[in-house]
């Protein structure tokens, strides 16, 4: 397990990157190409539907391949790694929140937090012990045994974000983690990746809510597959 960088410093960057899909006859510029460095802390990425900010996210995790440029995480370049490799490195680097929380109906809340654990292959007392703290940490000690089914859409998100945290992860990837919640729950939720962006991991928050955007530390705007940075 690697531990957060110090705040300023840059694990997360892009160069030239884009990213064109085949459309019917044509094609569509999903990303036109983009240079940037992500600073540790709270990146939002804001922009209307279609404007490129899931391509974007997507590349930055290695879930898709871009047509030109490249993603460095610390020194390694995500793209030049086999499947398995890139698999292995985002276990190792990346933690993930989706708008749909996306945990395993089956295990309870504690398991869903253990897994990415168990796959790192931490032994069980160690992860049971560190599961629990996430849980506590997100407020949700008590619903430790739960199911998904048995939890609110509010605290189903928060049990994912623990997840996400399990394996202390130095890039945190959201794509509209709020958009399923009522406002009240959505910021419990932003609080604590606003908290995670302040303890030095890089941050990178799809978001609509113009709130939200304030928040953060910088502000990436997409429109038509183009990127602009807002200082
Ligand atoms: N896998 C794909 N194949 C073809 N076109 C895609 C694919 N993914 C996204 N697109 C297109 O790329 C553009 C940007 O999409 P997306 O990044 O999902 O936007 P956003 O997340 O901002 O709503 C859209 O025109 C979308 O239709
Ligand atoms: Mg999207």
Request: no cysteine; hydrophobic share 40%.
């Amino acid at each position: 397990m690697t531990g957060p960088l110090p705040n300023g410093t840059s694990f997360l960057q892009v160069e030239d990157l884009s990213r064109i899909y085949p459309s019917g006859e044509g094609i569509v510029t999903a990303l036109s190409p983009f240079t940037h460095r992500f600073p540790a802390g709270l990146t939002a990425v804001v922009g209307p539907s279609g404007s490129g900010k899931s391509t974007l996210l997507n590349l930055l995790a290695g879930f898709d391949r871009p047509t030109t440029g490249r993603v460095l995480a610390g020194d390694t370049d995500l793209h030049r790694l086999s499947e398995a490799g890139r698999a292995d490195f985002r276990l190792a680097n990346y933690g993930f929140v989706f708008q749909n929380h996306n945990l395993v109906t089956i295990l309870t809340a504690l398991e869903n937090v253990e897994f990415p654990l168990t796959l790192a292959g931490l032994p069980r007392r160690e992860r049971r012990e560190r599961a629990l703290a996430l849980l506590e940490e997100v407020g949700l000690g008590a619903r430790a045994s739960h199911l998904p089914a048995q939890l609110s859409g509010g605290e189903a998100q928060r049990v994912a974000i623990a997840r996400a945290l399990a394996h202390n992860p130095r890039v945190l990837l959201a794509d509209e983690p709020t958009g399923n919640l009522d406002s009240h729950t959505g910021e419990r939720v932003l609080a604590l990746l606003t908290a995670q962006a302040r303890e030095g991991r890089t941050v990178v928050l799809i978001t609509h809510d113009r709130e939200v955007a304030a928040l953060a530390d910088h502000t990436l705007r997409v429109r038509d597959g183009v990127v602009t940075v807002e200082e």
